[in-house]
C-alpha cells in the first residue's frame, strides 16, 4: 500500500529494490537508453532513405508524365493532320464523282437534243 500511496516516478527507485543490482545500475539505465536511441536512429536513417527513394521515385514519374504529355501532343498533331489528309481524299473522290456524273449526262442529254432538232 506504501508503493500506491506516491505516484509513479521511473527515477525514484521502488522501495525494495533499494540495493544495487542491474535493474538500478547506472550505467544498464545508460546502456538501455543508449540502446533506445540507437534503435531509433535506426528508424529514422530507415525513414530517411525511404523518403530519400521516394523522392527518387517521384522524379521519374515526373519524368514519365512530361513524356507521355509529349508524346501525347505529338499524337494530337498527327491525328489532326491524317484526319485533313483523309478529309481532303475524300473530297477530291466526291468531285470526281460528280465531274463524272456531269460527263455521263452531256454525253446522254447532248446527242438527244441534237437529233431531236
Given at each position: 500500500m506504501a508503493e500506491r500511496d506516491h505516484p509513479y516516478d521511473p527515477y525514484i527507485p521502488a522501495a525494495g529494490s533499494a540495493g544495487p543490482?542491474?535493474?538500478?545500475d547506472p550505467n544498464h539505465r545508460t546502456a538501455?537508453?543508449?540502446?533506445?536511441?540507437?534503435?531509433?536512429?535506426?528508424?529514422m536513417r530507415d525513414n530517411i532513405t525511404k523518403v530519400s527513394q521516394r523522392?527518387?521515385?517521384?522524379?521519374?514519374?515526373?519524368?514519365?508524365?512530361?513524356?507521355l504529355a509529349h508524346s501525347a501532343q505529338g499524337f494530337?498533331?498527327?491525328?489532326?493532320?491524317?484526319?485533313k489528309?483523309?478529309?481532303?481524299?475524300?473530297?477530291?473522290?466526291?468531285?470526281?464523282?460528280?465531274?463524272?456524273?456531269?460527263?455521263?449526262?452531256?454525253?446522254?442529254?447532248v446527242p438527244v437534243v441534237i437529233l431531236t432538232k
Open positions: 543490482g542491474p535493474k538500478t538501455a537508453l543508449q540502446a533506445q536511441i540507437d534503435d531509433t536512429v535506426g528508424v523522392g527518387e521515385h517521384l522524379d521519374s514519374l515526373q519524368d514519365k508524365t512530361d513524356n494530337r498533331l498527327g491525328a489532326n493532320r491524317v484526319r489528309q483523309m478529309w481532303w481524299k475524300d473530297m477530291k473522290m466526291r468531285m470526281c464523282l460528280v465531274v463524272g456524273i456531269i460527263i455521263l449526262l452531256v454525253v446522254i442529254i
